[in-house]
């Protein structure tokens, strides 16, 4: 039986000592070190990261949401929304997950409470589109978030389409749009 890998990116203390009061859970894989961060937690988090003198995460370099559905090992939430952080100053990388459960059918479009997390367009500008992104394509919604709205798909689309519940083939929607022509663009 081996051991664990040692987790020994200099961010976490920090943060540990930051949040003493909070649960966190850090994973390695092939040298990158994710931080999870309970949702309510999340904002604060991140503008420690940012803001602090030996962190200086001044870098968002992606936001991105994962869908665990089926997936073989338990997850603490079906969705994740994943922030992938750099430090320039520090040469150093760290991501930031929030796992979150949906409360209700997660095959239609209706909006569901507990998919929601804050945004953090006010701490990095550059994740304004990205969220939009995370928002369209598996209907996780951002609190405070300038501009909330599809980015990919036209405004009517009726689901989420990178949720694991979409089928393969559509619900008919390429059957069912409306086709402009060349010249009434």
Known sequence: MTAAPKLDHPTLPLVKERFAE???LATEFRGQTTLVVPAEKLH???RFLRDDARCEYNFLS???????LDYPAPQPG???VVWNLVSHKFDQRLRLKVFLNPSMDTTGIDADPALMVDS????WPGA??????????FGIRFRNHPDLRRILMWKDYPAHPLR???????RGEREHYQKLARDSA
């Open 22 to 24: 909070t649960k966190f």
């Open 44 to 46: 604060d988090v991140a």
């Open 62 to 68: 992606d936001v991105t949401g994962v869908d665990y």
């Open 78 to 80: 079906r969705f994740a």
């Open 120 to 123: 953090v367009t006010d701490l």
């Open 128 to 137: 304004e589109w990205p969220e939009r992104e995370v928002f369209d394509m």
């Open 164 to 170: 694991k519940d979409y089928p393969l083939r559509g």
